[in-house]
């Protein structure tokens, strides 16, 4: 990806990270602390790790075997031999190299106790079940170094070794905020993990057993959600599925896509996206419900009480359902049973509606007779509205704060505990606040094709920023080769070489070595793929091609300074560009 986008790696994950960081602002989702593995105080957290585990025995030395990708320069897990790349698609090689391994085997039995003792400490239940199964079967070690890898985290007293993924990663959580390395401030074990279920194994089994071994603390539990599922498929770029936030929240708003995922999904648990469902969702709950009693009942304090709040203890029955929501939805919070959370809160909404019709203010307020049931009728809607805006926070709080703002409250949003929440809190004579429509309804034969119009054009700004060219319609004839100019032919220096010495990579089954002449003082060292096709005593003496001025490389840590010229054939092996007629090393190809 970086290499698509001409940057280092580094340059791009930077690129990336600001992204990320941007997208967050722009969505509203606010966040503490934001921590990258580039850190120079995150490596120290990492080697700290390494050392505790290192000293209590559970590091050593030896050799690991498995299938690498040397064009993208990657490791492809679960791959078997010949394997293509799931990045680029070329075929993987099997590669032996000497890696520091974690003893995860002897955590097997503490892990196994772990979820049987405490079943609250990997939820939901499907997923302990999917683990437990997994440890049952026994646990092998685990590779957690590189020494092909030049960019990473050094493993301290072990060059040219750097962490390798997971030992790296994970420890992320507790680098942001725990020990001197974070300012002094230590808020480690963390209260929750909160992940998708795909990488469940690596938070439950595996950092689990590192903070195990190096005797620290552990996080206090792990939550695994599901994944949405666009058109009864997995959301995912390798698919091209991807529903972005953006375009949703530029013409919904983005609390209308928090609540359709918290409202529609139990969470936990896979669900199914659609524009017409967020839409229809949208105007059923949002606008014709919660955004309705709102405004009227905002609307009838203006018209009725000359936009103060009266004073009353309101409603009994009314009172006593608040009550019970307030408690029911904090039980709900703590088990993210949010589906539950939010459709407690909407029964009571629906409650509310059902008292106002009931008690028909609009003809109590033409008898003066009436003005203490008025003012209970304007009370009660109003204290239920200001209860559901405090637990609806968590999942709208830009709406909310928008009608928290209209009942005139005096004190943030924010600074209102909903464990100290309480029906009465709502002063009476308190001024309202300025009435606007928070949830104006959308007109779904509008408001969709414009977000997917939205979701094109924000699709191909991602792609230009990974570096990437949209691929054609499925059936489209594959287009030509860019074309290039006589110049850019002309910087291309490939030169006629002879092989003077040739090896076979070890660990490698497809890589040779080779000593090049072409012409310079010293000959040229280069590594090419073509070990099945060619044995190195067969290349001896043999005049070849090579691009001179490629830039250099390491492949397997052996320096590559060019690159040897051959025929692609699909599905065969490669051949090597060669010469009929004797041509004098060094010479130029033009």
Known sequence: SARAASKTPEEFTTIIAEEFRQQWEKLGLKIDRFQRTTSPQHHLVVQDLFRRCLENGYIYKSAYSGQYCFFDELYVSDAKPGEPCPDCGRPTETVTEENLFFKLSAFTGKLIELHEQNPDFLQPETRRNEVL????????????????IQWGIPVPDYAPHVFYVWFDALTTYMSAVAG??????DLWPADLHLIGKEIVRFHA????AFLMAAGLPLPKRVYAHGWLLFESDKMSKSRGNIVRAAPIAEVAGIDALRYFLLREIVFGQDGSFSYDALVGRYNSDLANGLGNLASRTLTMIRQYRGGAVPASPGDAAIAGQAAETVAAVIT????FEFSKALETIWSLLSAADKYIVGQAPWKMAAKPEAAAALDATLYTAAEVVRVAAALLAPVIPESAAKIWAQLGMPESLESVRIDRLAWGQLAGGQKIGEIAAVFPRIDAKVAIPRMQELEVLETARQA????KVPAPPAGAPAPAAQTITIDDFARIDMRVGVVLEA??????????QMKVDIGEAEPRSLVAGIAEAYQPEDLVGRKVVIVANLEHRKVRGIPSQGMIVAASVEGGKPVLAGFHEDVPVGARLK
């Open 332 to 335: 709900a919070f703590e088990r």
């Open 180 to 185: 001197q390395q974070a300012g002094g401030e």
């Open 205 to 208: 089994i595996y950092w689990p």
């Open 503 to 512: 090896q076979a990579v070890k660990g490698a089954n497809k890589l040779l």
């Open 133 to 148: 199964a997994f440890l049952r079967q026994g646990l092998t070690d685990l590779s957690i170094s590189r020494t092909t």
């Open 464 to 467: 230009a920023l990974l570096g």
